[in-house]
């Protein structure tokens, strides 16, 4: 279960961990500064544990800012999929390449079920775009993405992540205002280390279980539908 923890809470620990609960060597703003690398750190790690399908949000509407050209959200950090609304069901679309841009504009589409995309970088705009082939009414298209990691500012700032995951956030900080102060941090590596390989694993077996739960749900509706008895109850 998620547990919100304020960023000052989080400075806090960091410097009971460090032993500088006292001093000033290391401001609050530079532990925030770590802070936050820590939870972009671990996060990558995570995100990359499934191909962060764990971590997947289903995107607000989008908008469209070109012919075949949809904003995605100012928070997006990864695509996870793509699908279209055919008028009665979901179906996914098929990753394009964008070298194939003007081939993608001119050929001839099979209907939903052959609908194409690729995600494209605008940097003059500062924004990632989705493409799709052909265009579709903004309604119709459903995409899943992994936001970007969490960023404290504030002190009231809250990480809205399972009590377990903070305590790698801290000790990382910790690590880092020690080394800042040339003394020794052997002992917090050895903790924080554990303690990622434990989220690690969390994050593993909970994918596992979403997959086989998805799984089971799926077989059973087949089975349901074939008026199967054995419904797996």
């Known amino acids: 279960m998620a547990t919100n923890v304020t960023l000052t809470d989080l400075i806090t620990h960091v410097r ?11 401001s609050d703003s530079e532990i925030t500064h770590y802070i936050n690398d820590g939870i972009f750190d671990l996060y990558a790690k ?3 544990v499934d191909d962060g399908k764990l971590f997947a949000t289903v995107s607000p509407t989008l ?3 070109g012919n075949n050209a949809y904003q ?4 997006f950090m990864r695509l996870v999929d793509v699908n279209v ?3 009665s069901r979901w179906v996914p679309a098929y990753e394009a390449d964008s070298q194939d841009y003007l081939n993608l504009l001119s050929r001839q589409y099979d209907g939903d079920y052959d609908v194409r995309y690729f995600l494209y970088l605008n940097q003059d705009q500062g924004r990632y775009e989705l493409f799709l082939f052909p265009a579709k009414s903004v309604s119709s298209i459903g995409v899943r993405y992994i936001k970007e990691a969490p960023r404290l500012t504030l002190g009231t700032d809250t990480l809205k992540w399972p009590s377990n995951w903070h305590e790698a956030i801290v000790l990382d900080a910790a690590i880092k205002c020690l080394e800042k102060e040339e003394s020794e941090a052997a002992h917090l590596h050895i903790e924080r280390d554990r303690a990622e390989a434990r989220i690690l694993k969390d994050v593993r077996e909970q994918s596992v279980a979403q997959i086989r739960t998805l799984r089971d749900v799926a077989g ?3 089975r349901q539908r074939r008026g199967g008895r054995n419904w797996g109850h």
């Open 16 to 26: 009971q961990r460090a032993d500088m609960e006292n001093s000033a060597f290391c």
């Open 46 to 48: 995570m995100v990359n």
């Open 63 to 65: 908008v469209k800012v």
């Open 72 to 75: 995605l959200p100012s928070n």
């Open 85 to 87: 609304y055919t008028g």
């Open 220 to 222: 059973r509706n087949r």
